[in-house]
């Protein structure tokens, strides 16, 4: 099988926004402005590690650090942040960082090496109450060493593919130690980091107000004198925005149809930039509870979504863009085609498939229909319009689904929670390509496992995969491990949708990536008016 170099789809478009910048960086960076961002919901509360939500990530992201990043202009390459300096052992258990000198935090007090340690330690094994979405990042992490005040260094447990990468993470906040022991749940509460950009207001359900830090560590950044984030919870609202410059981006995503509006409306004062997205959304259930104890009715529900009549279906309203395997599409971890369609619920033949279903729900006890809750985003794009498609979809195999819509805060909470007969849709957006962290986040034991299954043998294949130093071997083991998830139905049939960027044209030196957690820090962006 032929490989792909991972973010290959992402090409022609990121080569598009390449020669825009290009232009841009010819002209002298203008300093001053501010950076208005439409931004689809309120953060309930500041802390990137217990958090996967975009909600939380992108208004914070500029006011912190993390040890590496990804390069604003060359991703998917890694480059320092806080880090100048790195040395990997020979035998890959040993990663030594030197740290920047002299990076101060928001309050005025230097970063050393044991803010980093301090950090680190808090992701991997939380303080009582504190939930870490990300310590799955940190399994092979084994003790942390700072011999000096600008050195930390990481010994593992055993050599991994991935430890690099998760170090540039955009969810691996730096914290200050100090704050941390006064109050370990400060980063919850307050904004207080090194990043580029400082806390100065937030008015609930209105905006989030980051204004320039003028001792950040790289001389001259950022350009910009602030980033608001303006809470605009609908997307037509968004739009019209953008449309009126109220809103200079939407660094989310827009429906396809809705980004046709503000082209016609808007004319050349915005261009649009379209990528891949790092996101896949999916339906969850607990497994432990009633009717999807039984493998059946789970495969059943497979069985009875129609994936690639979805995308067909939501590709203009919904910006579907492909069938919901594990890998993403396009990138080296996609399964082949052949081996995919041969997994429970994802063959091409759709009343084949619902024939199924139907089968599998008799034989479970549940031949004259069943009654369940779909619990939802009040959000249109994508998450109402892929419910509207699941219920129509599960109706034809007698399956009844009653259509409950919640805000975010509600949404998560219920899904964490879920009851008998009680499903959602969640999503999964890690900011990289990698098997760590894109399984991780639902392994068992994972505090995004909301299916709350266990399975030694889905253990024994994630950590298998996870300390593979041989791509190839690493790859075969991944699709391993996916073929047994989906043989199971631990997970519903899900897609990836496609990501679109509204920016307005005053935007400069900003490549946006097939995310919306990396680069969001801003600290080279400038405006030219």
Not at 28 to 37: I, T
Not at 139 to 167: A, Q, Y
Not at 260 to 270: S, T, W
Not at 279 to 290: A, E, G, Q, R, S
């Given at each position: 099988?032929?490989r792909?170099?991972p ?6 478009a ?20 501010v950076?208005?961002l ?7 509360h500041?802390?990137?590690?217990q958090t996967?939500s975009f909600?939380?990530?992108?208004p914070?992201?500029p ?10 202009k ?16 020979r035998d ?28 680190m330690e808090?992701?991997?094994?939380p303080?009582?109450?504190v ?15 700072t011999?000096d ?8 447990s055993r050599p991994?593919?991935s ?9 691996l ?31 609930p359900?209105?905006?989030?107000e980051l ?7 790289i001389p ?8 608001r ?15 009126s ?11 396809p ?7 016609a ?26 009717p999807?104890?039984d493998?059946k ?30 890998g993403?599409p396009?990138s080296?971890w996609e ?19 619902r024939k ?14 069943l ?5 939802n985003?009040?959000?249109p ?14 109706a034809r195999?007698g ?6 819509l919640v805000?975010t805060s509600?949404?998560?909470?219920s ?8 499903m ?9 390509d990698?098997?760590?962290?894109f ?8 505090a995004?496992?909301?299916?709350r ?5 889905v ?8 300390r ?6 690493r ?9 047994s998830?989906?043989e ?12 679109i ?9 900003f490549?946006?990536h097939?995310?919306?957690?990396t680069n ?5 962006v400038?405006?030219?008016q």
């Amino acid at each position: 099988m032929k490989r792909y170099v991972p973010f290959l789809s992402c090409i022609f478009a990121l080569t598009l926004v390449l020669a825009v910048a290009a232009v841009s960086a010819q002209e002298k960076p203008k300093l001053g402005g501010v950076l208005v961002l439409a931004h689809a919901d309120d953060p309930a509360h500041y802390d990137a590690h217990q958090t996967g939500s975009f909600r939380i990530a992108q208004p914070t992201a500029p006011a912190y650090s993390t040890l590496l990043q990804f390069d604003p202009k060359e991703y998917p390459k890694i480059i320092g942040d806080l880090a100048e300096k790195w040395e990997i052992s020979r035998d890959g258990l040993t990663y030594t960082f030197k740290l920047r000198p002299n990076v101060r935090f928001h309050d005025g007090s230097i970063l050393t090496s044991a803010d980093v340690k301090a950090t680190m330690e808090r992701i991997k094994n939380p303080p009582e109450g504190v939930v870490s979405a990300w310590s799955h990042l940190l399994g092979t992490l084994e003790r942390i060493e700072t011999p000096d005040d600008l050195k930390v260094v990481f010994h593992l447990s055993r050599p991994t593919p991935s430890f690099f990468t998760h170090m540039a993470s955009p969810f691996l906040h730096i914290y200050s130690k100090a704050m941390l022991e006064r109050d370990k749940d400060y980063p919850k509460k307050k904004i207080m980091g090194t990043g580029p950009f400082k806390f100065k207001k937030h008015v609930p359900n209105v905006s989030l107000e980051l204004e320039r830090f003028d001792d950040y560590f790289i001389p001259g950044r950022p350009y910009m004198d602030g980033v608001r984030f303006a809470i605009i919870r609908g997307t037509q609202a968004r739009a019209a925005a953008l449309i009126s410059g109220r809103a200079d981006a939407e660094v989310r995503s827009l429906p396809p149809l809705v980004v046709e509006q503000i082209e016609a409306a808007a004319g050349d004062r915005v261009r649009v930039v379209k990528t891949d997205w790092l996101t896949i959304l999916d339906l969850t259930f607990n497994v432990k509870k009633k009717p999807f104890n039984d493998v059946k009715v789970r495969m059943a529900i497979n069985y009875a979504i129609d994936a690639y009549g979805m995308v067909k279906a939501l590709r203009d309203i919904g910006g579907i863009r492909y069938i919901g395997k594990w890998g993403r599409p396009h990138s080296e971890w996609e399964m082949p085609d052949d081996r995919f369609q041969k997994l429970p619920g994802w063959g091409t033949d759709a009343e084949s498939n619902r024939k199924k279903a139907r089968e599998l729900l008799k034989e479970a006890g549940y031949a004259g229909g069943l009654r369940l809750k779909l619990i939802n985003r009040n959000v249109p794009y994508p998450y109402i319009s892929m419910g509207v498609y699941y219920i129509d979809q599960l109706a034809r195999v007698g399956i009844t689904v009653n259509h409950s819509l919640v805000d975010t805060s509600t949404w998560l909470s219920s899904l964490r929670n879920l009851g008998e007969g009680e499903m959602g849709i969640i999503y999964n957006a890690p900011p990289y390509d990698d098997p760590d962290a894109f399984f991780g986040a639902r392994m068992p034991g994972s505090a995004r496992n909301f299916a709350r299954y266990e399975d030694p043998e889905v253990t024994r294949l994630f950590d298998l995969q996870s300390r593979e130093l041989d791509p190839a071997k690493r790859r075969e083991l991944v699709w391993q491990l996916e073929s047994s998830i989906w043989e199971k139905a631990y997970w519903g049939v899900g897609i990836w949708p496609a990501k679109i960027y509204v920016l307005s044209r005053r935007i400069n030196n900003f490549i946006p990536h097939p995310n919306h957690f990396t680069n969001v820090k801003f600290q080279d962006v400038w405006l030219s008016q």
